[in-house]
T-cell receptor, first 114, second 113 residues
Framework: AQSVTQLGSHVSVSEGALVLLRCNYS??????LFWYVQYPNQGLQLLLK??????LVKGINGFEAEFKKSETSFHLTKPSAHMSDAAEYFC????????????FGKGTLLTVNP | NAGVTQTPKFQVLKTGQSMTLQCAQD?????MYWYRQDPGMGLRLIYY???????DKGEVPNGYNVSRLNKREFSLRLESAAPSQTSVYFC????????????FGPGTRLTVT
């Protein structure tokens, strides 16, 4: 079985501040890990993915995430928040054990204050 | 290249009515998925199709049926809609490449009164 926990259903930052969205996963086999972003009234867009290559993964819009096996974490960061980053962010896990089906966290809503 | 398309975008049903949500992808992907999204619940898998001709239940299949019409199209049917099925429905597809990442459609917002 696999699962994802996103700590904090709502994170608020000031424009220009560091963004840190937390994700912890559980998987009995090596995982694939993903971050998706959802803007209001839109579908989900892939931000970045970890597929067992480099542990520090860079994605679109200046986001990056680091896979830490010992901590079973895959936290999403961005050095400087922009107003356009306001959206809901979902962490997801899959593996060969789940036949590559995604299990999603409940999401974190990011608010960026001017 | 439209990616994943879904119709309709919005729908209002009365309890007991039936409807079919349509999904199509033009990326030649083998696998397709139907999810529902409810506030505070993330996305939950309803049904998926690993390849043309196969379908399997996901986490929340009750009250739904699916048809994988061909490689491109995967439909979701509500035979007798209930207010508990008020949700936003997303279709997704994925390849069988290295990461099996999924690509999502724009969603269908369904309200059952």
């Amino acid at each position: 079985a696999q699962s994802v926990t996103q700590l904090g259903s709502h994170v608020s930052v000031s424009e220009g501040a560091l963004v840190l969205l937390r994700c912890n996963y559980s998987s009995s086999v090596p995982p694939y890990l993903f971050w998706y972003v959802q803007y209001p009234n839109q579908g989900l867009q892939l931000l970045l993915k970890y597929t067992s290559a480099a542990t520090l993964v860079k994605g679109i819009n200046g986001f990056e995430a680091e896979f830490k096996k010992s901590e079973t974490s895959f936290h999403l960061t961005k050095p400087s928040a922009h107003m356009s980053d306001a959206a809901e962010y979902f962490c997801a896990v899959s593996s060969v054990g789940s036949n590559y089906k995604l299990t999603f966290g409940k999401g974190t809503l990011l608010t960026v204050n001017p | 290249n439209a990616g994943v398309t879904q119709t309709p975008k919005f729908q209002v049903l009365k309890t007991g009515q039936s409807m079919t949500l349509q999904c199509a992808q033009d990326m030649n992907h083998n696998s397709m998925y139907w999810y529902r999204q409810d506030p505070g619940m993330g996305l939950r898998l309803i049904y998926y199709s690993a390849s043309e001709g196969t379908t399997d239940k996901g986490e929340v299949p009750n009250g739904y049926n699916v048809s994988r019409l061909n490689k491109r199209e995967f439909s979701l049917r509500l035979e007798s809609a209930a207010p508990s099925q008020t949700s936003v429905y997303f279709c997704a597809s994925s390849s069988t490449g290295t990461s099996h990442e999924q690509y999502f459609g724009p969603g269908t917002r369904l309200t059952v009164t």
